[in-house]
Structure formats: C-alpha cells, structure tokens
C-alpha cells in the first residue's frame, strides 16, 4: 500500500507561483514513477508531469513546460510541483499519483487561478 497526502493548493492571481507537496509513505512507494495530474471542473483528469525517485527523471506535459517544475526529495519521502507564471487555465485540483497507471492516488488539492 502507498499513502499520499497532498498540500500546497491556494489562490493566486495569474502571474503568481505556488508550489504543491506530496509526502509518500508505504513499503513501496519508491519503486513509483511518482506523477501530478489535474482536473479542471467539467473536464477529464490530465498528466501534467511525472518524476521518479533518486535519478529525478522528469516528464511535463507542454501545457506546463517552462513553467512547471516537478523535483523529488528521497530524504524527505515529499515531491513537489513548483508552479509559476500561473494562468487562469490552471485552475484545477490537483492530484499526486503513485504509477503510470496511477496506481494509487491522494485526495487532492485546489488551485484557484484569478485573471
């Protein structure tokens, strides 16, 4: 089993920055390509980008490429998504997955974008 808890989520103006956690607990949560995906009301859930664990491989999609960073911090068990310059577009929650195949998921977060 894997446990995620998200936190970070809040409201910003476009232009501003926000940067989301995911603490990982569980016997196996490293051997997971670790992901964030978000889901804008009345739209399907999208990829927005994935890294794993001690090489720190990273994946974006291009909605969010030179904008977005997504980093994992083995000491801390935590990944995080640095947000910036971000658009109204955005607005979302935001979730951390566990698996390409999104294995296990976290409750999620809200990320509200003002124009």
């Known amino acids: 089993q894997v446990q995620l808890v998200e936190s970070g989520g809040g409201w910003v103006q476009a232009g501003g920055s926000l940067r989301l956690s995911c603490a990982a607990s569980?016997?196996?949560?490293?051997?997971?390509?670790m992901g964030w995906y978000r889901q804008a009301p009345g739209k399907e859930r999208e990829f927005v980008a994935a890294?794993?664990?001690?090489?720190?491989?990273?994946t974006y999609a291009d909605s969010v490429k030179g904008r977005f960073t997504i980093s994992a911090d083995d000491a801390k068990n935590t990944v995080f998504l640095q947000m910036n310059n971000l658009k109204p577009e955005d607005t979302a929650v935001y979730y951390c997955?566990?698996?390409?195949?999104?294995?296990?998921w976290g409750q999620g977060t809200q990320v509200t974008v003002s124009s």
């Open positions: 890294v794993t664990w001690s090489r720190g491989l990273t």
């Open positions: 569980g016997r196996t949560f490293r051997s997971y390509v």
């Open positions: 997955a566990a698996g390409s195949a999104g294995d296990y």
